[in-house]
């Protein structure tokens, strides 16, 4: 059974990040839905590209859950996403649930930290505002799995966290490396 990925987006979100995740996620098969975290689907990223997502997050079933939740980054998206009493919600029920937690950049530390959603797990972040957050652990690394919350550091490492995301979601290495090598992302391979 394909495996599915809800991609929260709110003005402002960090496009590259956004993008990339879907990219790779896509590739290998797994369905990523964009929702809108605000009243509108047309949603501006950090540098004015402007995306129409699938789906608002008020649209959304409390009944369904996706096997992942992504939070890209962006100084004022992260900030907008952990504003959404919605979107606070929407995380703590899948972390309830056991499924994957996936913030990148600032969107740890704002939006979960910022809603007391890491419960002590070890996280990463984008620069110092992990030494901000008080109920996680921050860790230097580009990215932290721990549980069901696996972290990435931002911009710079957003190939490695979607292809982590993507082999923790369809257990198969395999046809997450060949995806690399097919974007001729070396490092991953090298790991």
Request: proline share 3%.
């Amino acid at each position: 059974m394909s495996k599915n990925a809800a991609l929260l987006l709110a003005t402002g979100f960090e496009e590259a990040e956004a993008f990339i995740t879907l990219d790779i996620l896509s590739r290998l098969g797994i369905t990523v839905t964009t929702v809108a975290c605000q009243p509108q689907r047309e949603i501006v990223s950090y540098h004015g590209a402007v995306i129409k997502t699938d789906t608002l997050i008020e649209e959304l079933q409390d009944s369904h859950l996706f096997d992942a939740l992504i939070m890209p980054g962006g100084p004022e998206g992260s900030k907008n996403l952990a504003a959404s009493p919605a979107v606070a919600a929407l995380i703590q029920r899948h972390d309830e649930a056991g499924m994957l937690i996936a913030p990148i950049c600032s969107a740890a530390a704002r939006v979960l930290g910022g809603n007391n959603l890491l419960k002590g797990r070890r996280y990463t972040c984008s620069g110092e505002l992990g030494l901000e957050v008080t109920d996680g652990e921050y860790v230097m690394e580009d990215v932290v799995e721990d549980g069901n919350l696996l972290s990435g550091r931002g911009l710079g490492v957003a190939f490695d966290f979607a292809l982590t995301l993507a082999e923790r979601l369809t257990g198969n290495k395999g046809a997450v490396d060949f995806q690399a090598e097919h974007i001729y992302y070396r490092p991953w391979l090298n790991r």
